[in-house]
């Protein structure tokens, strides 16, 4: 059972454009939601991280936009660069479970110059 | 950020052998460690949660007597694939909660391991 589903799967944006990476959830007892950036052959990289006290949080051109009613949360881009193509993995866990994460599917970004 | 190592960063195996995958946390200490397999073009799949001084945990559907994980310090845990098959070809990660188990923080992950087993 996927415990958090992941849109869309692929996502071409032109530079400088917006790129929003859509993710859902079910379980309510998560409280952890990190989204990573994994260049091919690379481990993933934090990006950006968010808990369910807050709606949204901004680093630079990266923003999350939570809505806890909904169980969603999303990944949004401002200014994509080339130098952004790469997969985006949201995830989320709970402290209770010793933060063993659940990945989304994926996304594969491709910003064209 | 906090740093997690992995040796070697790629290996090529003959079918039948065993291979081992060492996941280190270079600056902090880490009573749990957790690792993943990532076939291409996919996402990361959990198989087990390696706890200092105790047993790993595995996942469902994830055979303990062909992954063997070994959590033998603070700062050091081994996966290893016994009789390796083609099939067991994957790119497999760890990653470490700076803090511990016991704490909220972020996930560090390392740069991953590419086994091709011939």
């Known amino acids: 059972q996927q415990q958090v589903k992941q849109s869309p799967q692929s996502l071409i944006v032109q530079k400088g454009g917006i790129s929003i990476i859509n993710c859902a959830y079910e379980?309510?007892?998560?409280?952890?939601f990190p989204w990573y950036q994994q260049f091919p052959g690379k481990g993933p990289a934090l990006l950006i991280a968010i808990r369910p006290d807050v709606s949204e949080k901004k680093e630079g051109r990266f923003t999350i936009s939570f809505n806890k009613s909904a169980k969603q949360f999303s990944l949004h881009i401002m200014d994509s660069q080339p130098g952004d193509s790469a997969t985006y993995f949201c995830?989320?866990?709970?402290?209770?479970?010793?933060?063993?994460?659940?990945f989304g599917t994926g996304t594969s970004l491709t910003v064209i110059p | 950020g906090a740093v997690v190592s992995q040796h070697p960063s790629w290996v090529i195996c003959k079918s039948g052998t065993s291979v081992k995958i060492e996941c280190r946390s270079l600056?902090?200490?880490?009573?749990?460690m957790f690792w993943y397999r990532q076939f291409p073009k996919q996402s990361l799949m959990l198989m087990a949660t390696?706890?200092?001084?105790?047993?790993?945990?595995?996942e469902q559907g994830v055979e303990k007597d062909k992954f063997l994980i070994n959590h033998a310090s603070l700062t050091l845990s081994t996966l290893t694939v016994t009789s390796a098959h083609p099939e067991d070809s994957s790119f497999y990660i760890c990653?470490?909660?700076?803090?511990?188990?016991?704490?909220?923080?972020?996930?560090?992950f390392g740069p991953g391991t590419r086994l091709t087993v011939l």
């Open positions: 600056d902090f200490q880490a009573t749990t």
């Open positions: 995830a989320a866990s709970m402290w209770a479970t010793g933060n063993q994460f659940y």
């Open positions: 379980n309510t007892a998560f409280d952890y």
């Open positions: 990653s470490a909660p700076k803090g511990g188990s016991s704490s909220y923080n972020e996930q560090f």
């Open positions: 390696s706890n200092e001084g105790s047993k790993a945990t595995y």
